[in-house]
């Protein structure tokens, strides 16, 4: 998971407020992913990004949740008028473009941001 | 739907022994299956991966053995170190476009090591 970097670590928020995290994947990584991982459970797929499109977010709640990945700067995640259910470990992952090599090949995770809401 | 389970939540292991983890899935299309090991307050980190042409794919200390026929995948750890102590989890690929990674995990398997 070297190389994927995700920004904040941990983060605080009140009900109400809104949640932005942030995921910069690893050099030459045109894919992005966001997973969710709640309290003793694996980790749930969110959505899938490449550059300025959202390719799939079949996992993101309809509400209240948005993400992106523009041109230049790295994705965001972002959680308007947190609720304590949305306190987990938000997982940002990326992947090559479709022209690498098909070895070696695969998605790799970056550390978390910690959100809680209190 | 499809999903990814782990046969046992917890496994307990004398340090040097050899430790089994088993993962079941329910999706016979699946071709891509990864294993990763994520400590607590860090992320998932591969360990290793197999895709559905083979059955068996070995790296350092760890080994993959992918049984289509029965769903079952495990990950075998030879002469497991207290560093080896860390939650497991199997995930399957649902994804079915070359390099498209929407994943599925299982609950995971926590691993403890004896010393």
């Known amino acids: 998971n070297a190389g994927v970097m995700q920004n904040p670590r941990h983060l605080v928020r009140r009900r109400g407020q809104e949640a932005r995290l942030r995921c910069s994947p690893m050099?030459?990584?045109?894919?992005v992913y966001w997973y969710r991982q709640l309290p003793e459970e694996g980790l749930k797929f969110m959505v899938y990004?490449?550059?300025?499109?959202?390719?799939?977010e079949s996992g993101m709640p309809k509400e209240r949740f948005s993400a992106e990945f523009p041109k230049e700067g790295p994705s965001i995640l972002r959680i308007q008028q947190v609720v304590r259910g949305d306190s987990a470990a938000y997982f940002c992952?990326?992947?090559?473009?479709?022209?690498?090599?098909?070895?070696?090949?695969?998605?790799?995770f970056g550390e978390g941001s910690w959100l809680t809401v209190v | 739907g499809e999903s990814v389970g782990l046969h046992l939540p917890t496994l307990s292991v004398q340090e040097g022994d050899n430790s089994i983890i088993n993962c079941a899935y329910s999706?016979?299309?699946?071709?891509?299956f990864i294993w990763y090991k994520q400590e607590s307050g860090k992320g998932p980190q591969f360990i290793i991966d197999?895709?559905?042409?083979?059955d068996k794919r070995q790296g350092q200390r760890v080994t993959v053995l992918l049984n289509k026929t029965v769903k079952h995948l495990s990950l075998q750890i030879a002469a497991t170190q207290p560093g080896d102590s860390a939650v497991y989890f199997c995930?399957?690929?649902?994804?079915?476009?070359?390099?498209?990674?929407?994943?599925?995990f299982g609950a995971g398997t926590t691993v403890t090591v004896r010393a």
């Open positions: 050099k030459g990584h045109s894919h």
């Open positions: 990004l490449q550059k300025e499109n959202i390719i799939d």
């Open positions: 992952a990326s992947s090559p473009p479709l022209d690498s090599s098909y070895s070696g090949n695969t998605i790799y």
């Open positions: 995930a399957e690929n649902f994804s079915h476009y070359f390099n498209d990674y929407k994943l599925s």
């Open positions: 197999i895709r559905s042409n083979m």
């Open positions: 999706n016979s299309a699946s071709d891509y």
